[in-house]
């Protein structure tokens, strides 16, 4: 009986191993592997959804190689307005049709310009004495030329400021209930970070922090430099969201610049 049993089951797993999968069917052509349809009632429908990725560096990220061709994601990049279907090659990505879609939103903007509706607030007051400098500024030097005024930082270990601490501005949140494809972005330049010189972000969905992220980690031997934008993705459903970005940094000789903070969706 115990033989049985186990010859049944071996057979019960190669049926499953060599038979078509179906969703919303119970009959799969046999010409599939994956037969999907649209609705299992005739009333409630769907369509397929491929793998969405926000931006180019969330793309790059899936390193594919020459065994992956065939490989099919969905780019939304709101920032760059760039919504592709996109296939790997084998050696690069190729868009197969890309989509006409609404005007991107500014839902919320700070450039410490003219557009300043998404307020903040910093810990500690904002300082400029000498070469210490925690404040907007319009110049820094060996910084990437921002357009126009910019949140500058240089030397933030001083006695203006009682010593070494984390500095932090924190964006209020903003409603985006009413958008989808909702992205986060903002725009960074450091120049010789070196170590103990270091940038943190954090995202808040729903007033529920979601880890705090370490983008530039000092170094030693000549430090750091980098100019990037970066691009966060709100998944959809968000209420709320906002960002606090902290830096640490000691010495005059190494400084950085953050600008033009943006919520956007459609």
């Not at 499953?16 to 009632?41: C, E, R, Y």
């Not at 922090?209 to 980098?226: D, E, H, K, P, R």
């Not at 830096?247 to 000789?253: A, K, L, Y």
Request: proline fraction near 4%.
């Amino acid at each position: 009986m115990r033989n049985n049993c186990v010859l049944y089951f071996v057979l019960l797993i190669h049926s499953f191993a060599i038979s078509q999968v179906g969703i919303n069917t119970t009959n799969p052509s046999p010409a599939s592997v994956l037969d999907v349809n649209s609705s299992s009632d005739s009333v409630a429908f769907g369509g397929l959804m491929p793998p969405v990725v926000s931006s180019l560096s969330e793309r790059n990220a899936i390193n594919p190689t020459i065994s992956d061709i065939g490989l099919l994601v969905f780019l939304s990049d709101a920032i760059n307005s760039n919504f592709c279907f996109q296939i790997w090659n084998g050696t690069a990505w190729e868009n197969i049709y890309c989509i006409t879609t609404p005007a991107i939103v500014d839902i919320a903007t700070q450039d410490f310009d003219a557009n300043t509706s998404w307020t903040y607030t910093v810990s500690p007051v904002f300082y400029n004495v000498g070469n210490d400098v925690w404040d907007i500024v319009n110049v820094l030097p060996n910084i990437v030329a921002f357009d126009g005024n910019f949140l500058g930082c240089r030397d933030l270990d001083n006695p203006n400021n009682g010593g070494n601490s984390i500095h932090e501005i924190s964006f209020n949140n903003i409603d985006v209930s009413a958008y989808t494809n909702v992205q986060i972005t903002f725009e960074y330049s450091v120049f010789e970070f070196d170590g103990g010189d270091d940038v943190f972000y954090e995202l808040f969905f729903d007033n529920i922090g979601q880890g705090q992220v370490q983008l530039v980690n000092g170094m030693n031997g000549g430090g750091i430099t980098a100019n990037e934008t970066i691009v966060l993705s709100v998944p959809n459903g968000t209420i709320n969201a906002r960002l606090k970005l902290r830096v640490i940094q000691n010495g005059d000789d190494d400084m950085a610049g953050f600008d033009n903070f943006r919520i956007i969706g459609l």
